[in-house]
């Protein structure tokens, strides 16, 4: 079972020895959200499926205090699962071309929904492509539905209130996955309020990626978070970014790490500064 990174050459392997993996392919753009399908009806894995940040990953009908991009119930989701085809205890591979920036928020609800044995493929459709794996612009058929019932959540997640209460406390870190200039309030493209949260620390989600766009090793990450954390326990980090989308790379660098599986906040900074009466920092 891989359940943080698989290699290209492993996917190519486990395709071609079955049982067959389930392959979803997140690739999304932030400014131009129906560019992520434009390049997979371009060219994609064959037979895997396209999963879409706001029409799969999220439910807008909810108020601006749930941020963003909100996840949907966890039972909308595991229909979703249900209707890809997804099987108990089937490996599910996701992937995008975006750093990992989106398919690891599907690795982390994948999880959430209880569903363990799913993997981000290590440097995404380019890292496919360079290890000679096939690519296709053929629509994958509809698949029949799968028996995949949803189990109890294998991650946790902090909502705006669990998260205020125990803000200062040594027992937990807020780590903050957007880009340093936004982290710093200097310039706020996406939400109403520029800052962040009073006592986080500031690791750019590109920071786990190495020149060749696949995560760095396992030892270099430990070692870049230990530093970052200076001190401070892991098992209380919670990772947020401005909608609980980019921070999934830095949550799921500590797990490579062996650092663990620590928490999330999925509203991150668009929940928490559309909420009255939260703190806000600069600098």
């Known amino acids: 079972m891989h359940t943080t ?9 486990l395709m071609a020895s079955g049982p067959t993996p389930l392959v979803l392919d997140a690739s999304f753009e932030l400014g131009n959200p129906q560019a992520g399908k434009a390049q997979y009806a371009q ?11 706001d029409q799969d990953l999220s439910d807008h009908d909810q108020s601006p205090s749930a941020g963003r991009h909100p996840l949907p119930s966890r039972e909308a989701f595991a229909a ?3 209707a890809w085809g997804l099987n108990p205890q089937q490996q599910v591979v996701v992937l995008d071309r975006q750093g990992a920036n989106y398919c690891g928020r599907l690795w982390w609800m994948l999880k959430w929904c209880g569903h363990e044995a799913v993997a981000v493929l290590n440097g995404g459709l380019p890292a496919w492509k360079a290890a000679g794996g096939p690519v296709t612009a053929a629509p994958t058929p509809t698949p029949s539905p799968g028996r995949f019932v949803l189990g109890n959540s294998l991650v ?3 909502g705006t209130t669990e998260l205020q209460q125990a ?4 027992r937990q870190t807020v780590i903050d996955a957007r880009a340093t200039p936004r982290f710093r309030g200097e310039v706020e493209p996406l939400d109403p309020v520029a800052g962040h949260i009073p006592g986080a620390l500031n690791r750019p989600f590109a920071d786990n990626i190495g020149p060749d766009g696949r995560f760095k090793p396992a030892e270099q990450l430990k070692q870049e978070f230990l530093q970052l954390l ?4 892991p098992a ?3 990772h947020q970014c401005g909608s609980g989308v980019s921070a999934l790379p830095n949550l799921l660098a500590m797990e490579v790490a062996g650092l663990g599986r620590s928490a999330l906040y999925p509203g991150s900074w668009s929940a928490w500064c559309n909420t009255p009466g939260t703190p806000r920092a600069r600098g």
Not at 5 to 13: C, M, P, V
Not at 43 to 53: G, K, N, Q, T
Not at 230 to 233: E, L, S, V
Request: net charge negative.
């Open 5 to 13: 990174l698989i290699e290209a050459t492993e996917l190519q392997r």
């Open 43 to 53: 060219e994609h894995i064959p037979d895997s499926l396209h999963a879409d940040l």
């Open 80 to 82: 979703r699962l249900v």
């Open 156 to 158: 946790r997640a902090l």
């Open 167 to 170: 803000l200062g406390s040594p």
């Open 230 to 233: 200076g001190g401070r326990d």
């Open 236 to 238: 209380g980090v919670v």
